[in-house]
């Protein structure tokens, strides 16, 4: 049985950044769902995802983008229920450690330097990437048209949950992961992705030289590749 896809975007994006692989992810047979990840903290959107996950019939394959990653880390979910974890450009957290601590594995990230806080009402702050500095920050391999629109509609996240620790029971320590990056990420600088890697024991990892933080959306066939890949994969462990 074919797994379900169920595709979790990351902070400062949403889920129209999966738009350039859906249609190779239904052509080959998979139902695929875009999670509107809330941004809010690691365990209440992971626990919303969880939720969703519960409701599906059949097997899970989960992909997370960036925060979307932590979010994977940390879905519970009946075993044999999800049988893999795609991470693109995405934070597979260790226990205890948080989004902030990932990005410090090496030295590298920019990303702070560029966040705009916006006081919220229930406390803390919402984070926003600057307008005038998204395209270089987030999205440089990107035309700079599209990351214009992509910096108005970018979702915020919450600083909480970019320093909220994880949880002590990581997803990749019980399924398969993939792991797909780009060799330019200024929001997770490329060493600490193959930190990430590395430590989850990646059944496969993929680097693309040039490429940004939304590798994703940059590169839709590499990503929709070794997201087929590891459904296959799945569909064999199944069998």
């Known amino acids: 049985m074919r797994p379900t896809v169920i595709l979790v975007h990351g902070a400062y994006a949403e889920s129209s950044s ?79 450690e948080s989004c902030a601590d990932a990005s410090a594995l090496a030295p590298g990230s920019t990303l702070a330097e560029t966040l705009v806080p916006v006081p919220s009402a229930a406390g803390g702050a919402d984070t926003y990437i600057a307008p005038d500095r998204y395209h270089h920050q987030f999205a440089a391999d990107l035309p700079a048209e599209q990351a214009r629109l992509m910096a108005i509609t970018q979702r915020p996240v919450t600083d909480r949950a970019l320093a909220e620790p994880s949880g002590d029971q990581p997803l990749w320590q019980s399924v398969p992961s993939w792991f797909l990056f780009g060799e330019l990420d200024h929001n997770i600088p490329v060493g600490a992705h193959r930190i990430m890697a590395a430590r989850a024991k990646a059944r496969s990892t993929v680097e693309i030289a040039g490429a940004s933080h939304v590798v994703g959306i940059s590169h839709p066939a590499e990503t929709a590749r070794i997201i087929l890949d590891a459904a296959a994969s799945s569909d064999l462990a199944d069998a």
């Open 18 to 96: 999966w738009n350039g692989i859906l249609e190779p992810l239904t052509t080959a047979g998979h139902r695929v769902i875009a999670f509107a990840t809330p941004l809010r903290s690691v365990a209440t959107d992971a626990t919303l995802l969880s939720e969703l996950v519960a409701t599906v019939d059949g097997p899970v394959l989960l992909a997370g983008h960036s925060y979307g990653g932590a979010v994977i880390t940390n879905v519970t979910a009946e075993p044999g229920h999800v049988v893999g974890a795609v991470y693109i450009a995405g934070f597979a957290l260790e226990p205890g």
